[in-house]
């Protein structure tokens, strides 16, 4: 039985190219894996900023602050001072009136 040198060439060869072809395929498919993710996460941040933008651009400018008044409110609003805010708590079986304070966290 002689051994053809170019038979067992082919074989070597067509092996390393199915091989190399699977290791590309499975690569290929992580790559596109990670692509897909990526794309997921900018959607969802895409749409979170178009809602933060919106948010921005709608309620903080004073213009528009100034249109709802005149839309929604019949009388003029008016700046309190923050010390004159009241809270009513409700605890338990108690009640009571305490002064406003904000909360750091």
Known sequence: MEINCEKV????????LILSTAIIKNTTKKI???????KENIR?????FENVSLEY?????AEKLLEYQ???FEDNLIQKNILDIKTFDISGNTKKIKDFRIIND
């Not at 651009?57 to 400018?61: A, K, P, T």
Request: aromatic share 24%; proline share 0%.
């Open 44 to 48: 969802v941040l895409e749409s979170e």
């Open 9 to 16: 060439c082919f074989y070597i060869c067509n092996f390393f």
């Open 70 to 72: 005149s839309l929604y």
């Open 32 to 38: 596109e894996d990670e692509i897909f993710s990526i």
């Open 57 to 61: 651009d709608y309620l903080s400018s």
